[in-house]
Every structure is written in C-alpha cells, then in structure tokens.
C-alpha cells in the first residue's frame, strides 16, 4: 500500500523486474510532499506517468481496472501535497485514488504523530511520545468528506491520534498504510490496539511497515522476520483477519535485512502462512486490501 519510489535517491528498491519477481498484482506509488505544495506534486505526477509507461505499468483509477495480468498501479499522496479543495481537486484528476494528510509535519489538513519531529530527530523527544491532542483543522475536515464524495481511499499513517480517531468517527473504510502495532513496538508512528480495533470496525486495513527501527530495536534479520510475525499477530488479535495488510514503505526506509525488495515478498507469504495458515495469509497480502479498494474506489 505504499512506497517511496517516486522520490527515492539512488539505486530504488521497487523496479518492475522486482515487482514481477515478487508476484505484485497491485502497487501504490506515493508522492510524498514535503514542502513545494501542489507544484511538487504536479512534477511527481509527472514523473509516475513516465514510469508507467517505461515500465508497462497498468494504472488503476477504480476497482474494475485492476488486471490480474499485469503489474497495477495506484497513485497515492503523502505529506503537503494539497492545500485546498481546488489543489485536492487537481490530485483527484492526476488520478490520486488514496490520500495521507500529514508526514512528520503539521500541514494544512492536520497534525503528525509527532508533536516535534524536529526534536525527536535532535534526540530531545522520545519516541514513544505520541500527539493526542490536535488532529484534523477544519480545511482536513472538508478533504475527508471531499474524499468519501468523490470515491478516494482516506490514510491515517503518519497522523496524530486524534486525527486518526476523526477520521473513525466517519465510519468509512480507510487505511494506514503503512503502520505497525505499538503494542510490541512503542513507537508513536505504531498504532494502539484501540486503533487497529477500531480501524477493523469501518472496515479498514493497517499496511505492515518495514522500517526496521517500527518493527523492532534489533535489525538482525532473524530478529526482523520475529518482528514481522510479531506485529501480524498483534495487528490479527486486535481487529481480526479483515484488518492486516502489506505496507511495507519500500524506498523510504532503509532496506530490511528479511525483506530488502518487492521480489522478497513470496518469502513474506510463506512465512505468515507457516505462522497464520495460507487462507489469513492471503487475506493479507492480497484480498483485505482489493476488498478496501472494491468498498470505496
């Protein structure tokens, strides 16, 4: 459900060959915005134009384009991309099917997980702090129900958790993308069991994150492969096999030690098939997500 491909700095994890290696029927390309605003946009929208077509890509702008014979694509927005309706508007005709509100920083939408990122990266914050206070502003309210009008899958990864609980409060299906379970790994980026129940309950899904330091304080790969099925099983005993999904955040983390690229992902399958059996794993990697994009797209 998400990756960074669109912005990535030198040799990019998620390629076509490694997409058709690892068996994807649907990828979800972010144009991660962190500050430019909607002309930054624009220019990553762009350039996925240009990637689909090198790379023979099948772009999916409803649920009935997706091809079981071809890699899928699915357009996403992460950060500031937009700033009005009028700007969200834009993003919605560039094909924009799935839209974050926040990155690590306040927007025009709303607030991030971290009340001080700057900090937290200075080593003044820890973690595990998390924003509870200030969520969607009135300009994010507006987006949300722009959004369930025009048939856009809403993100709360990367938000704060009032704007998480605002946007249950809709009782829509949405996603976090690419969000982990706090419950093992304290990290204000994770979600609380509370979340995750909530989230199964307006029919959504959380994307398994790889980002080695969400998933666990030891990079080792075996301790990462534990990590996984640790967060699988946490994401599974608190909202159910309707709510766990695959983020991993490919090309905006380092590479993870267990699963470095797209092509690693039938070792994934195997590993929560061994541990959930092959119907949850299933679900998981495929269908939880497709039934998402069926609900709202």
Known sequence: MHCDALTATGAPQVTGARLAAGG?????????????????????????????????????LCAADVREDAVNVLLTSEGGAFSSLKELETLYARGVRMAGFVWNTPTAAGYPNFPDYAGLCAGRVPPSLREGARGLTEFGREAAAFMEEHGMIADVSHGSDALFFEIAARKRPFVASHSNAA????????????????????????????????????????????????????????????????????????????????????????????EFGMRIAEKAVRDNFLRVVRDVL
Not at 213 to 238: C, K, P, T, W, Y
Not at 257 to 264: L, Y
């Open 183 to 274: 419950s093992v790994q304290n990290r204000a980026r994770n979600l609380t069991d509370e979340q995750i129940a909530l989230l199964a309950d307006c029919g959504g899904v959380a994307g398994l994150n790889f980002c080695a330091d969400f998933l666990s304080d030891d990079g080792s790969a075996e301790e990462q492969r534990a990590a996984i099925v640790a967060h699988a099983r946490a994401i599974l005993n608190a909202g159910g096999e309707d709510v766990l999904a695959i983020g991993s955040d490919f090309d905006g983390i380092p590479a993870n030690p267990f699963v470095p690229d797209p092509s690693g992902m039938p070792r994934l399958l195997a590993l929560l098939a061994d």
């Open 24 to 60: 994807c029927l649907l990828q979800c390309f972010a144009a991660f915005v962190e500050e430019g605003g909607i002309a930054r946009f624009s220019s990553l929208a762009d350039k996925f134009d240009v990637l689909c077509e090198n790379e023979g890509y099948h772009r999916v």
